[in-house]
């Protein structure tokens, strides 16, 4: 599957009047929704991506949350790139990481003001890009999240069919700061190791700190830094939405490891951690 593997990821986060988690700088995410009947909005305004030889900018990165049921969401998700440079036969405008898909609650838990764990789902299409890549496939998150006072644990389990075909799984976890620090900000880091079959593995590691200045307002900054590693069978790794460098096709059981992407982008959305 192909996820924004961020070396800098800077997000300015302007929530709705509720306290909502969402995880710009990350990959993961937390076992919680929206609640039933609102509209949450993660907007990144402005951003720059290379990958590979390729400059693109991010204008804009979306996603919404609608709240549709008790514990049920969904979410519909896409980035607009514009290719700054590259051959002049490739298309500028580009709509690509899009998603339609299902989140709900299976086990409602400390995100919800209860007790043990939080267990969610996420399932649902990837949908058809505009001069990204072509097709469509599906993916499947089992997400469990735990609060305790001194730290917050979110880990994910992903299963997905990519749009060429392949098997891709994944798994990251994100661990937080006491949310009721006297310091500010509260300090945040994730890892995630990612396999596409046919294609390529990616290890990514982040670092990064959220500012909860209010229950409407908040602002993340995250430090990434993500490697790809081609399979012995691929030249190359396929990132979306332009190629990575590819090695010597007369050896193909070569391992190349090389930066994914970088990334730098702002983000209007609703602040970290969702309690229904």
């Known amino acids: ?10 997000c300015i986060a302007v929530a709705l009047p509720r306290p909502a988690f969402a995880y710009r700088p990350f990959d993961s995410t937390d076992a919680a929704v929206a609640a039933k009947g ?5 907007l990144g305004p402005l951003g ?15 996603i919404f949350n609608l709240g549709i049921a008790r514990d049920w969401e969904l979410v519909l998700q896409g980035r607009h790139v514009i290719l700054l440079d590259g051959m002049t036969s490739e298309p500028r405008f580009r709509l690509v990481d899009t998603g339609l898909f299902l989140k709900g609650v299976l086990l409602e838990g400390s995100l919800q003001e209860g007790y043990g764990p939080s267990v969610a789902m996420e399932l649902g299409p990837l949908l058809p890009t505009i001069n990204g890549e072509p097709g469509v496939g599906a993916t ?14 979110h880990v994910n389990g992903e299963v997905t069919l990519t749009r060429a075909g392949n098997l891709d799984l994944f798994g990251g976890a994100i661990l937080e700061g006491p949310r009721d620090w006297v310091v500010r900000p509260r300090p945040a880091v994730e890892a995630f190791v990612e396999r596409e079959f046919g294609a390529a593995s990616v290890v990514s590691g982040l670092a990064g700190a959220i500012w909860q200045l209010n229950e409407g307002l908040a602002f993340d900054l995250g430090l990434r830094a993500a490697v790809s590693i081609p399979t012995p069978l691929s030249r190359s790794a396929p990132v979306s939405p332009g190629p990575l460098p590819s090695g010597d096709p007369n050896e193909p059981s070569s391992y190349l490891i090389h ?3 970088v990334v730098c982008t702002a983000c209007v959305g609703p602040p970290p951690f969702r309690s229904s």
Not at 1 to 6: G, H, I, T
Not at 140 to 153: C, F, G
């Open 259 to 261: 930066l994914k992407e």
């Open 1 to 10: 599957m192909n996820r924004s593997a961020a070396i800098i990821l800077a």
């Open 38 to 42: 609102e509209m949450e909005l993660e």
């Open 48 to 62: 720059f991506l290379k990958t590979g030889a390729n400059r693109f900018l991010v204008s804009p990165g979306a």
């Open 140 to 153: 499947a998150t089992l997400i469990v999240s735990q609060h305790w006072k001194p730290l917050t644990l």
